[in-house]
């Protein structure tokens, strides 16, 4: 349990470190990882060591190509690998998954309940028909095009409840 409550510290300031300041320190990241390594380590030596390492990989691996396409910042990548060395890989996994669905989910209601969101949607929508219906291809140059005010939707508003969602369905029962 004490893993969990490293864990638990680990994302309330990075909680409350990423609503504010919309980043998530590094010094953070580094003593997470490196409290996850040397906890299991200590605790159970080189099978401990395989334990936390895993974890690292597993937490960081998937959310590195969600990094590569844009979806999520650097500093979540090292979070969730700093997750995964505290809790072990099938945690990580797990939370990861309710927090991308959980962000989704609170994504498209954000998108949707603002005005400029509505016409984001419109155009995303009219480029989809355009490119499927009438073949244009040039609607692909414009859907990756950056928007000039992108909206922001902060990573951990989705990460702490759907780590805990995990927590919960996992261990209390």
């Not at 500093?75 to 989704?104: C, E, H, N, P, W």
Request: hydrophobic share 55%.
């Amino acid at each position: 349990m004490i893993a969990y409550g490293l864990a638990g510290a680990l994302l309330l300031v990075a909680f409350v470190t990423d609503t504010r300041k919309q980043k998530i320190p590094n010094v953070l990241n580094v003593v997470g990882t490196v409290s996850g390594l040397v906890l299991h380590t200590a605790t159970s030596g080189w099978d401990g060591a395989a334990f936390s390492a895993a974890g690292l990989f597993c937490g960081m691996v998937p959310m590195l190509v969600l990094y590569a396409i844009g979806a999520v910042g650097a500093g979540d990548v090292k979070l969730f690998a700093a997750l995964g060395a505290i809790t072990g890989a099938g945690f990580s996994i797990y939370a990861m998954t309710a927090s991308l669905l959980l962000a989704g989910a609170g994504g498209l209601v954000f998108l949707l309940c603002r005005m400029e969101g509505l016409q984001r949607l419109r155009g995303v929508v009219f480029r989809l028909m355009n490119l499927l219906v009438l073949r244009d291809h040039a609607a692909l140059k414009t859907a990756f095009a950056k928007p000039q005010s992108p909206l922001r939707f902060p990573f951990m508003w989705a990460v702490l409840p759907g780590t805990a969602y995990a927590f919960i369905e996992l261990y209390v029962q």
